[in-house]
Structure formats: C-alpha cells, structure tokens
C-alpha cells in the first residue's frame, strides 16, 4: 500500500468530526471512467444490485468529463454498451452524418450530451445507484480477500465505507489495486522483457503524455474571445503546430493549416475539442504515484499549457471567436473536470496481453484470442512528442483488430477485485490501443458481467468459466471476436462469433490504416486443407486430394465430435448418432438459415459451416477453456 494513502485517510480523520457511514452492495464499482460507468449499467442490469462511487457529478470519465469525445476505433465494430452509447448520440444529433465532423473520427459530440446520455441510462438500470462526489481513500481487506473501500464524501467530509462482495477498480489510474497492495507494472518494458519486437532497449518508469483538453466554442466572427495572456507565453512553444505557424525548420514540417488542426475535433453546433498532439497541448507528466493533493498541484500545468495553446489559437492564429464553451462544463475556468489519462499502472494479471497476441493470435502458442470479451480496431497509438527521453517510433504501430482476453481483468492472487479501464493486464506497447474509448466501455461491459456472476454464483472471479462470461456478453450484444465482415445485425452474427472463439475457422488479421480487420469471410468456401490443421486439436480429418468441404463430410465430423465430447442428448434436439436423420434435420432448417435451396453435394460456406456446428455439437458450449485458452478437460 502506496504512503500517500496512508497521509491522505490521516489527514481526512483529522478534519472532520463526522460518524463514519457505512453501506452495503453486492457490486462496488470505484469510479465512473468509461469501464466504470459501462461495468455499473452491465452489472445491475445482470440483476446485482451496484453501486457507482465517483469523486466528480459526471459519468464516463474521459468521454465526458475529460472532454476526449471523439471517438478512436470500433466504427466498424458497434459493440455492446459502446453500439448503445453511439445509437442514443445519433437519436440525439440526427444519425450518424451528424456525429461525423471532424476528419479522424467517425462520432464526435458534445461532452454533456453524453454525460447526459450516461445518466439518463443509469435513470432507466433497476439496482444501479450512483454516489457522487466520493473521493476513494483505501481499500477494505478481510483475510486477504478485497470486501469494500473506504471514501470521502467531499460535501460533507464524512468519511464512508462501501461494503461489497465484488469490487471493480475503474478509476483512471489504478488507485484501488495500489492501495491494496497487488502487483502491478508502470512504464515501459524492454523488448527483451516482454518477447515483444518493438526495439524498446530498457525497462523505464515512462508514461504517455497527457493532455487537458478543452472545448471551444464559436461566439461569432464579431466576438473578441481572447482570454488573459498567460504567463509564461512564447508562440515559439507552439511553432509547428499547424502550416500557419512554422519558422523552426528543426521541427518536423506540420501537414496541416490551422482550420484542418481545429477541424480534427470539431464536434457538433460549431464547438472544437482541442486535444492536439503536434506542438499543442499534449505535456508530460507523471503523477501516477502522487497523492491526490500533489496530483491536483502537478496537473496545474498542464491546465496552464492548455491555456497558452488556447492562447496562441486565438491570438497568434486569429481565431479570436473561438472561445471556452460557457456551456459545458461547470468549473470556473470551463476546462474540463478532469485531464486525460492515457496510461495508468497495469495489474499483474492471470494473463499479460502482448503485441503478439494481436499481430498472431491464431497462432500464437497462448490462445488467447478464445477467451476474448471485448474487441479494438484502432492502431497502437503512444504519445510521447513531449518526452524527448521516450522511445519515437510506437506512434501508429500497424496491427490487425484484436480481442482482449478475460484474464487481463483478473488480479493473480487477489480475491474480491476485478480490474478495468487502463489499468488491465498488458504490456506497455499495447496499452496504446487498449487505453482507447470505445474498448475501454466495452472493458467496463465485460468487467460488470464477471462481477455479476461472481455474486450471482458466490465465487471468486478466478474461478468463473470463461465462457459463461462471454455468453452473457453475445447476449448483451457484445463482440467477443473483431470480425468485420460478419456485423451484429447479421443472421449468424453469434454463430460466426462462438465458432470464430474455437478456433475451428479461424480469421484474417488486416492492418487497415486508423481502422484495423479481422476477416471471417463468411461467404467463402470452407478450405479443407486448412480445416484438417485447425480443428485438429478438436478431431482428426483424413488428408485428401479435395479443397472444399461438402456437406455429407460436415456431418461425420459432427457426429466425430458428438462421439468424442459426448454432449448432453437430453438437451438436445438434433440426432447426433445417425447421419442421414441428421442430414435430413439439417435439410428441413436449411431455407429458414436462409442459405437457398438445399444441394446434398454442394460445397460449404465458411458461415454455413458455423452455423452447422453452433446448432448442431455446440462446441463453444461444449468445450470449456482455461484463461490461456487452453482446454480445460481431458475426453
């Protein structure tokens, strides 16, 4: 346990006088970040009752409060509570041509219309309650197992102990599992420590930069918005930051004039969020480890480079109509209530996701990629321009879409926590793709439903099948496999999803510039060559002279399979021990799966042969994993 918790509980038991109060909950999540708002709706809604304890009044963390909203990656991927957040912003603004204003990201919008968002979900989640203003002070163990956390009630003083069967750490830099003294890791690692090919020579306590964001707004071409010079101000911090402004020749040569940087975050009804990384208001700064108090000092710069960029915008650029948005946030100075966090520390988890998971899942010797719950797209992307100590080269590193698998949320040796947001369970480089909005709500999802059933089975996280967890997420509509080509609309959407986790048809990996893919290719034919090495692990396939796979072959390794696995029969309604009544079962469903007319010598489909097997043998069900997604039995 970090010192500083120590001093700061000390201090607080000092100045106030107030009883201690005490609540109860079956699930505790400390902090509404974006995994902590999406792990409090998914939880309550599972039927637990929760509860949401947030040091500030606004939900979604660095969607909301820290104004980053813009969202990077999964336009193509509409996953879950992420698909939902998104659906309620086109209601909100118009449809999707309406959220699309700016030239990165496809969805923009204004930070209170999606804080607003978040809390009229909470208004509609039976057993979800809300405390704000809760600053988290410690944790509460009781024999080694995590049972609640302490927090200052900041209107009151009163200090309040949340007692819980399941605690979720969602806050922006892992304060919970530091203050319960689990392992974790800060900083990048070498190559050499990690097996990671990315030419970091050593391990080092470095972190991304931050940024405290702003939103502008435009009051008019007639409005002088200029704010007080502030001190310290040389334009010459901000040369390069756009083809306007550019005399320093030793400076990378920007590609931008100043309307495009602007329109990079313009969002809807003429306002821009400024959270620009190319000599503009990223700043390093590392306060991880400090206590609140000296978090809240250092972050002062960073509200200060802020404010000289703002500066430099409107004055240097001329943009004197642009000013602070009077009618975003409710702090005096209008910035945001918080900074934006790329990197937090990382838990030592029940599995470290690293870059070769995600370059070579299906053949990397951990399959990883069976455990997945919630899926990226977005390069690996490290901001570290105002470092010059900092490696250069991880910014836009090219990989293909990913999942991330659930043992990055699950603490080694600690019962009674689960882990989200920035804070799960990989390795710095990846972090730069992980740390990102959309797959951020998507970890908070994945992270409620665990802790859900955890409650509703009354054990420990560890000890949770894997695939109950991902089960409960296809319901909710969640990806746990990054398949592009395959949509959630589609008719075989979970067919291609569960068969996709086994392995047995395996995808495509494709780096696709700021939105990566993985390729099902549900329409192609099944490649039997391939077919014999990936569903050898599951049943053997004779070599053969033929490419494609027929339907009469499709049903023997169905019936291989029924004979190896031994489903259940009784919960069954498919023959599984006789060919041609299998055939013809098959045959009477085959226009209602809508593929066409039935052709008893017709080769298959990559999404027919999903669906046969999902029907039919279940394997997904079937076959359990372990968190390295190994099997988890011997037949």
Known sequence: ?????????????????????NLKTDVLVVGASASGIAAGLQSARMGVNTIIAEPTTWLGGMITAAGVCAF???????????????NALYKVYGGPSKVATGWVSNTQFEPHVGDSIFKSMVLQTKGLSIKYQFQFLKVIKQNGVITGATFLHKPSKKIITIYAKQVIDATELGDVMASAGIPYSLGMEASAETGEDVHVSETNDIVQDITYVAILKDYGMGKDCTIAKPANYDPAEFDGACTDYYFNKTRPKP????????NYGKLPNQKYMINWPGNGNDIYLNVVELSEVEREKELIKAKEQTLRFIYFIQHQLGFKHLGLADDEYPTKDRLPLIPYHRESRRVKGLVRFDVRHIAKPFTAPTPLYRTGIAVGDYPIDHHHKKNPKAPQHLDFYP?????????????????????????ISVSNVVNGTTRLQAIALLIGQAAGTLAAITVQQNLPAQKISVRKVQTALLDSRAYIMPYFDVPIDHPHFVAAQKIGATGILRGQGVPYNW?????????SLVNRTELVNDIAEYCEIQKNQESNLYLPEAV????????????????STWNLSNKDV?????????????????????????????????????????????????FKSTY
């Open 399 to 423: 990989v293909p879409s990913f999942n991330l698998p659930l043992g990055s949320l699950i603490p080694q040796n600690t019962k009674g926590l689960i882990i989200a947001e920035k804070s």
């Open 72 to 86: 990077d990656g999964n336009h193509n991927l509409p996953s879950g509570l992420f698909g939902e957040f998104r």
């Open 255 to 262: 590609n931008v004039d100043a309307q495009k940087m602007l």
């Open 1 to 21: 346990m970090k010192k500083h918790f120590y001093h700061l509980v000390c201090l607080l038991f000092v100045v106030t006088t107030q009883a201690q109060t």
């Open 556 to 571: 023997d390794i169905i019936l291989e399979l029924a004979k190896k696995y031994k489903p259940n029969k009784k919960e």
């Open 515 to 523: 939105a990566n893919r993985t390729l099902f290719h549900p329409d």
């Open 582 to 630: 299998l055939t013809a079962q098959i045959k009477e469903k085959w226009e209602q799966w809508k593929f066409g007319n039935f052709k008893i010598d017709q080769p298959l489909t990559r999404i027919q042969f999903a669906q046969l097997l999902n029907v039919t043998i279940q394997p997904f069900d079937l076959i359990q994993v372990d968190h390295n997604g190994k």
